[in-house]
């Protein structure tokens, strides 16, 4: 059961801008829970792209950026390239008034045109 | 730098019990909090419980309604994952990740996954 909402796909040609939503609510994102990011290959397991809403991982291109506001947050992925085809998934923290979880977003698939 | 690496693919019958484990080498284990998620086929990702290995402290979600338990062997460095009462929707790649703490923290090391079958 995905909390978090994410486009199901956004697709862009080599070099150009492509900007990835997720929106949450004021139980989990607009809470003041961080956000994270990973990029999962086809087959692979999930890696970790950028934490705590804007830090990039070790080794990460700096054409990844992540960003939040209010109750959610956006992954831009700037100079697409053909590596970059993968599916997307963020990932935050809910405090319902039942249970404490950790929430992920529905994914975003990003084709490289 | 830390690897985890889990035991291979397993096919269960429903209403039986399935372990995963999940063996970490090249750096601290102890100290860091260990989770279980899983993804079905095509679908995103769960979050299934964690544990701190030095503590032993676990922390779950209630919908599982008790059928997840994580232990550890800390003189192995492996994680452990047991899902017992298994049904068809239990079927999915079954994953360990390494987290700062039992809530909120990104998940920065993976395992490469174990499949999961269960066949009525």
């Known amino acids: 059961q995905s909390v978090l909402t994410q486009p199901p796909s956004v697709s862009g040609a080599p070099g150009q801008r492509v900007s990835i939503s997720c929106t949450g609510s004021s139980s989990n994102i607009g809470a003041g829970y961080d956000v994270h990011w990973y990029q999962q290959l086809p087959g692979t397991a999930p890696k970790l792209l950028i934490s705590?809403?804007?830090h990039r991982s070790s080794g990460v291109p700096d054409r990844f950026s992540g960003s939040k506001s209010g109750t959610s947050a956006s992954l831009v992925i700037t100079g697409l390239q053909a590596e970059d085809e993968a599916d997307y998934f963020c990932q935050s923290y809910d405090i319902s008034l039942s249970a404490r979880d950790y929430v992920f977003g529905t994914g975003t698939k990003v084709t490289v045109l | 730098q830390v690897q985890l690496v889990q035991s291979g693919p397993d096919v269960k019958k429903a209403g039986s019990s399935v372990k995963v484990a999940c063996t970490a080498s090249g750096g601290t284990f102890s100290t860091y909090v260990i989770a279980w998620l899983r993804q079905a086929p095509g679908q995103g990702l769960q979050w299934m419980g964690g544990?701190?290995?030095?503590?032993?402290?676990?922390n779950y979600p209630q919908r599982f309604h008790g059928r997840v338990t994580i232990t550890t062997d800390e003189s192995t460095s492996t994680a452990y994952m047991e899902l017992s009462s298994l049904r068809s929707e239990d079927t999915a790649m079954y994953y360990c990740a390494r987290s700062m703490s039992l809530s909120a923290d990104a998940f920065d090391i993976w395992g490469q996954g174990t499949m999961v079958t269960v066949s009525s």
């Open positions: 705590g809403n804007s």
């Open positions: 544990i701190i290995p030095v503590f032993g402290t676990t």
